[in-house]
């Protein structure tokens, strides 16, 4: 009997502790990524508490091209906000990247970039595509 107890009291406090909703997005993401003009790589893009982060690396023959930044984020339905505080590419720090972000199962989308009315040029736009890491 206490040892039913006990799973009641540690299921309910698990239910009480999920109700903070946490955005669907929290959590490593790893990209699908096509071969690029014969690019080939991933990246590992992570979310937490309000923070965003991303490291990568694509090769072609004997070259190899790193990526890296992240930094806070704001996400209002599929409208995502990221400022990039660090960066490989020393003129984005500092900027604001506006994205669409897409949630289908366990497939996330992230288009980019964004106008003023979170339009997204489809034929020009850069679409990222991620798996969830479980």
Not at 1 to 12: D, E, G, P, T
Not at 93 to 109: E, F, H, Q, V
Request: net charge neutral; hydrophobic share 40%.
């Amino acid at each position: 009997m206490k040892k039913l107890i006990f799973c009641l009291v540690i299921a309910l406090a698990m239910m009480i502790l999920s109700c903070g909703k946490k955005p669907l997005i929290e959590g490593v993401w790893q990209g699908i990524t096509p071969d690029m003009e014969g690019w080939h790589g991933t990246v590992i893009k992570m979310w937490v508490d309000g923070y965003c982060s991303y490291l990568g690396e694509f090769r072609k023959d004997t070259a190899i091209y790193n990526i890296y930044g992240g930094g806070p984020y704001t996400l209002d339905g599929t409208h995502a906000l990221e400022t990039i505080l660090y960066n490989q590419n020393k003129e984005a720090i500092g900027t604001k990247a506006k994205m669409l972000y897409i949630i289908k199962g366990d497939t996330l989308i992230q288009m980019y970039p964004a106008d003023d009315n979170w339009n997204v040029d489809t034929t020009k736009c850069n679409i990222d595509k991620f798996v969830r890491v479980k």
